[in-house]
């Protein structure tokens, strides 16, 4: 029968999570949104770019906002098809982030006379590697599509807002000695001993705190990994740990990297950057992101971890992560949402959008 953009948007939820949707397997899912878009929001131009479905109104409002949601989900984990159960919606996708698609299609069907001007995009290939990411394709592809005043995104926030995203860096810090033998260990130089002090001054690190238009960033400096170690009788002669370092959107890149070989300058260490991402400032001053606030009555916090807002930020676009469902059952077998939360969420962004 197809989806049924109409209905309320915890029954569309559902009847989003039962198409199921794994990354690179979203054409079912992206042919039904479609075909509910072209027949169900009739003040929308719709395309299609692989396995994404653009909307957008144009009725010459003096602002737009774009509503972004990614339609693939992490692999099912025995957890379909949906169900209810004590006042949540349980499944595959309910809270990461269907409910927030349902509730961004659900308006674009049911609002006639918007405040704003409005572009949908519903996106594939944001579970996986970065490279993939069909919001990345759109940008390459249709610039023009990714205009706007403000963009939300549908990720699971908990209800509230969650402005910006926080950078991320990855290094490796290497330290190298010499071989011997463990009972000889004169002889040698100990490669993981040395990275004693690169734990050292982790454990002593102390992260900023920032305020940015409101939101406060804390920032973090975390070994993730150690490597090292040859066999049960051998001084090592090489090992490495890797660190993480999640920064607040006031510093670039190339900050951050030099705030880390700052932290560890003076160490008989080598460091080698090995991934990087750009965090994205809330930009709340500007006045439709002003008017958002305002809407969802001061419920605004700093957005923990990076997202696809950081594409948005480097455009220019002041971008917030506002979605029902809760960021902590994002991935697990037991994801869920809960009802009142999708509800809630819809009145919110309607009040906003009219």
Known sequence: MGLDLRADPIEL?????????????????????????????????????????????NLGRGSRVLLAGHIDTVPVADNLPSRYEGGELWGCGTSDMKSGDAVFLHLAATIAEPSHDITLVMYDCEEIESSANGLGRIERDLPDWLAADVAILGEPSGGYIEAGCQGTIRVVIRAAGTRAHSARSWLGDNAIHKLGAVLDRLSAYQPRNVDIDGCVYR???????????????????????????????????????????????????????????????????????????????????????????????????????????????AHKVDERVEVAAITATTDMLRRYLT
Do not use: C, M
Not at 43 to 52: H, L
Not at 246 to 258: I, L, T, Y
Not at 294 to 308: E, F, L, P, S
């Open 13 to 57: 939820t559902a009847a989003l999570v039962d198409i199921p949707s794994e990354s690179r397997n979203e054409k079912r899912i992206a042919d039904e949104i479609e075909a509910a878009l072209r027949s169900q929001a009739p003040g929308f131009e719709v395309i299609r770019n692989g396995d994404a479905v653009l909307a957008r109104t």
């Open 219 to 329: 920032e973090g400096l975390s070994a993730v990994r150690i490597d090292g170690g040859i066999a049960g009788n051998v001084i090592p002669d090489a090992a490495s740990v890797t660190v993480n370092f999640r920064f607040a959107p006031d510093r670039s890149v190339e900050a951050a990297v030099a705030h880390v070989r700052e932290v560890f300058d003076g160490l008989d260490v080598t460091i080698e950057l090995t991934d990087a991402a750009a965090g994205a400032l809330p930009g709340l001053a500007k006045p439709a992101a002003a008017a958002l606030v305002a809407a969802a009555g001061g419920q605004v916090r700093a957005k923990y971890g990076w997202t696809d807002v950081s594409r948005f930020a480097a455009l220019g676009i002041p971008a917030v992560n506002y979605g029902p469902g809760d960021p902590n059952l």
